[in-house]
């Protein structure tokens, strides 16, 4: 995607090999005119696939799926990181282990908003380790439902967060697949 | 906002007389076409006001800031709730008391997304005692920066949020007010 990737050289900020900080447009300020060019193209990508639900973490990846679903017409669920007293007890459950933040958090769906009927887009801002669309997955999974499929606005491959996702049978749609970095400079796939 | 309260009515859980649930389609599954209407009432009430950027903080307000941002066509920033490694060191801070949840947190923006010559509405799922407004209007002015108003999906009004965000001066616009609950029964304003 194009004007992703140019947005990318032009605001991202490099932190040696590893971090990519997209603060300015991605998870910290928001371009919501950009994520609306994003939702067309998730829709492109997965328009062969029914899709009745997205599914994403809080909380960078909130703002994204709402945009792309407009483009689908479904509901967004968002699993929750943290427990809240005002979560049902009754949910659907992940642990995830974090390298940005190193440590392991769980991730909360309530057993309400995913049916076994249901055919589960999980959208996301960064695919690196894959931990987190992985327990987004088992998620899907526990309640039944399908993954149709994970839809990720910048993919690292320098990890390994694809194999691991397609492993579980779930194809992978990225925006803009990161190769390698290095300060100042960025190479696409 | 007539959709919104039959919404409410609907789809709403009342637990006891303080503690409403609308997580099928506000704070937890996510009816993106009512956060539409939602988004254009705001519009229509801050027609008046003069809008550069949208404050919010996650995670809930998160999907409501972006869908009404396509009728302001402003970038969205949310204050985040949790250092991350990831944040910029030079951030506006303010300590928050969750009722909730029972604890201070604090929230965070970046230096970087607000300026002085921001005219900021800041927009959330919920008003009840007011300390997230307060903490948004707080990092508002550390900016120095000018809050045009606060913009609320449904007002607690037998909580005092209210009054504690008009005695910083900052309007208050809330698109559903309860004035009393109890079980199966909500009292609009």
């Known amino acids: 995607m194009k004007i992703l990737k140019e947005r990318i050289m032009k605001d991202g900020f490099i932190i040696g090999t590893k971090v990519l900080k997209v603060d300015s447009f991605l998870n910290h300020q928001i371009d919501v005119e950009l994520f609306n060019e994003i939702g067309k193209e998730f829709k492109r990508r997965f328009s062969d696939d029914e899709v009745t639900k997205i599914l994403t973490v809080e909380a960078s990846g909130i703002g994204i799926a709402c945009i792309a679903a407009q483009y689908f017409k479904v509901p967004v669920v968002f699993a929750k990181k943290h ?3 005002n979560l049902d007890s ?8 974090s390298f940005t933040k190193n440590k392991n ?16 887009l999980i959208i996301d ?10 327990g987004l997955i088992s998620i899907v999974k526990q309640a039944g439902a399908e993954p149709t499929g994970v839809g990720i606005v910048i ?21 803009a697949i990161v190769e390698s970095m290095c300060e100042g400079n960025i190479v696409f796939k």
């Open 83 to 85: 427990e809240a007293t």
């Open 90 to 97: 009754e949910v659907f459950e992940s642990e995830v282990y």
């Open 105 to 120: 958090y769980k991730i909360r769906v309530s057993k309400q908003f995913l049916k076994k009927e249901d055919k589960v």
């Open 125 to 134: 801002d960064f695919l690196a380790n894959g931990n987190a669309a992985k």
């Open 155 to 175: 993919e690292k491959a320098f990890q390994d967060g694809r194999s691991k996702v397609e492993e579980t049978g779930v194809r992978v749609e990225s925006l």
